[in-house]
């Protein structure tokens, strides 16, 4: 069963605190990404990583950053999270191969607050 | 400035009606459009998407159509059904090698109204 795992589902942090968002994913794919949703914003490009330790700015990777040390694995940093930060974040990897490659299947996210 | 953008945030149809979702991009070198399907608290889904070398695809009740000259896609949906009701994200993005640095719109929330 194809499969991206986020964990947790849900985040309460205080402002300055660090966050580490886990994000797995059983199909071998290449790429995986963090997003954010924002009401009226859409699903925002924080990072992409094409593959193990081969990671890339998105629009928005200020206040974060990404480790990619298993392919099946990607996490996301806050180092001292701020109130701006509260958000859903969802992960999402690709095949990168095959007439579906640029398909992305999304983790379930994690709704994240910053007091 | 948004690369994707959606005109409207919110749209009404009674079922068993036709409605179209527009989108617009900025970046020529935009090659894969697609439509993501989310309902609350779930993830985002691909509904249907399209590359560069084709101006439609249609897939059961939707259908993409794809005008590269104006940097516009839409999303066309007949025959809509209350479980319709969610909100449609459009996404465009370039082809690198297999993956795409997809970017989204802001989304437009659907109601089919029975």
């Known amino acids: 069963d194809m499969k991206v795992t986020q964990m947790p589902r849900y985040l309460i942090k205080r402002m300055g605190e660090n966050v580490l968002l886990e994000c797995g994913q059983d199909?071998?794919?290449?790429?995986m990404y963090w997003y954010r949703q924002d009401p009226g914003l859409g699903l925002q490009l924080i990072y992409i990583?094409?593959?193990?330790?081969?990671?890339s700015e998105g629009d928005i990777p200020k206040g974060y950053r990404v480790s990619r040390k298993k392919r099946e694995h990607f996490s996301l940093i806050l180092d001292s999270a701020k109130t701006n930060q509260t958000s859903v974040y969802f992960c999402?990897?690709?095949?990168?191969?095959?007439?579906?490659?640029?398909?992305?299947?999304f983790g379930s996210g994690t709704r994240l607050t910053v007091l | 400035g948004q690369q994707v953008k959606q005109s409207s945030p919110s749209l009404t149809v009674q079922e068993g009606g036709i409605l179209i979702l527009n989108c617009d991009y900025e970046?020529?070198?935009?090659?894969?459009f697609a439509w993501y399907k989310k309902y609350p608290d779930n993830s985002p889904t691909l509904l249907i998407s399209?590359?560069?070398?084709?101006d439609k695809r249609e897939d059961g009740r939707f259908t993409v159509f794809l005008n590269k000259s104006g940097k516009h896609f839409s999303l066309h949906i007949t025959a809509s059904q209350p479980e319709d009701t969610a909100v449609y994200l459009c996404?465009?993005?370039?082809?690198?090698?297999?993956?795409?640095?997809?970017?989204f719109g802001e989304g437009t929330k659907l109601t089919v109204s029975s």
């Open positions: 990583s094409y593959d193990v330790d081969s990671n």
């Open positions: 999402a990897s690709s095949p990168s191969t095959g007439h579906s490659a640029e398909t992305l299947y």
């Open positions: 970046n020529d070198m935009f090659d894969y």
């Open positions: 996404a465009a993005g370039e082809n690198q090698g297999g993956s795409a640095k997809l970017i």
């Open positions: 199909m071998s794919h290449e790429t």
């Open positions: 399209v590359r560069s070398n084709v």
